[in-house]
């Protein structure tokens, strides 16, 4: 029976922590290269998923979970064109009020179009089926979602070692001013390169209302273990990120079982931890990919 509770656990911690490592994962991505500490990044995973939800009955479930983050990623492009990007090179603490300021934008825009009430999203009856009477915990969804979290981590390294814009990307986290010098559009790059990290925020969100149900504050839930996870993992290592959002969820669930009160605060006593002995994180090396 304890075996059992513990794998069940696991189980949820690795879904839980697939979540953050998603958000941290773009977050880290906004902050290595334009130094931008994105505290709006959960209000887009909440438009992700409200965006899925509206368009679920028209284009079916799993045209949600294709157009959903895409749009999301449009919206993300917009508001870096038109408001971020007007911080460049200010002050950090300008593009703090301004991202913390949006944060609460998107949330109660979210409130005041869909309602402030949770609402259920719709996810196809055989994928929410166990696979077994005896893993009950081990359903379609969960395994689906655990497939697409490793489809977009692993697209997204491709995207930064194959690609001319991920080698850009990779250049500018370690120089932009030499990048810039070189020919490349900086402006379009930290543009394109803000997309890409809403639009792991926007599929999140997405998969996170299957699992986690849907209300506006489904991204204030998950924006602090997410700062959390890269923290851990170490800023500038997109492996770190994933490892440290995966150690934080599985950490947080195994804990629920010994010391229920302690579910939250495990992930800040591992990040405290992390700091005294290994300051850069895991895997931390400023610039690495």
Known sequence: MMTQLILFNIANGLIIGAFYALMAIGLSLIMSLSDVINFAHGGFLAVGA???????????????????????????????????????????????????????????????????????????????????????????????????????????????????????????????????????????????????GIYLAGLAGVLAAGQLGLQPTIGASLIMPSFVAIIIGGLGSLLGTLLGGLLIGVASALTSVFVPSGTEAVMYVMMALVLLVRPQGLLGEEGRF
């Open 50 to 196: 409200y965006i899925a939800y509206t368009l679920s009955p028209y284009i079916g479930f799993w045209g949600g979970l294709v157009v959903a983050p895409v749009l999301t990623a449009l919206l993300g492009l917009i508001v870096e064109k038109f408001l971020i990007s007007r911080v460049y090179g200010r002050d950090p603490l300008y593009s703090l009020l301004l991202t913390f300021g949006l944060a609460f934008i998107l949330e109660d825009g979210t409130r005041m179009i869909w309602g402030a009430q949770s609402v259920p999203y719709a996810v196809p009856n055989w994928l929410m089926s166990p696979l077994s009477s005896q893993y009950f915990f081990l359903t379609g969804y969960r395994l689906l979602m655990i497939a697409l979290v490793a489809i977009a981590v692993g697209g997204l390294f491709w995207v930064m070692n194959k690609t001319r814009l991920g080698l850009r990307i990779r250049a500018g986290t370690l120089d932009l001013e030499t990048v810039s010098v070189l020919g490349v559009n900086v402006r379009v790059l930290r543009n394109l390169n803000f997309g890409i």
